[in-house]
């Protein structure tokens, strides 16, 4: 089985090519938007904000090589949601798997509770099951210099 150990939500990830470990650079608990979009309709507005989510999962029993899928379901404050493509998680090599999500924009409908779901499944056919839920909180307003 694949285990979920933690995600974190983050401007920018690195991975030194000597140790193999990530650093994670300015992890998000908030945001300041000066102004959000007019809603049209339905649609979900993205406020362009590259950010990313990296999430450490890990294989059990540690000698079982496992294989799995990951994804990002992204809820807007007013609950509006968009959802990435899975990503394969290959654990059959090594007993630890990041990934990565590289993220463009955020659904901004409003000040409130951002969320970034993070789900697993173990095969295509398989169930997606929620691991984590990692909030932002979006406020209005400007910045302090």
Not at 10 to 35: A, G, H, R, Y
Not at 82 to 88: A, C, I, R
Not at 114 to 142: D, L, Y
Request: contains cysteine.
């Amino acid at each position: 089985m694949i285990r979920h150990v933690w995600s974190v939500l983050c401007t920018k990830s690195s991975i030194d090519s000597d140790t193999n470990n990530i650093s994670l650079f300015e992890i998000l608990e908030q945001i300041q938007v000066s102004q959000f979009p007019e809603p049209a309709g339905d649609a979900i507005t993205v406020v362009p904000m590259p950010v990313e989510l990296v999430s450490l999962w890990t294989r059990e029993p540690v000698g079982e090589p496992q294989q799995g899928e990951c994804r990002l379901t992204m809820y807007s404050p007013r609950g509006k949601s968009l959802s990435s493509p899975p990503q394969v998680m290959d654990l059959s090599k090594y007993r630890r798997f990041r990934s990565r999500f590289q993220i463009p924009g955020l659904p901004l409908d409003g000040p409130g509770l951002c969320e970034v779901e993070v789900q697993f499944r173990g095969g295509s056919e398989a169930e997606w099951n929620t691991v984590a839920r990692v909030p932002i909180e979006v406020n209005q307003g400007i910045p302090a210099s």
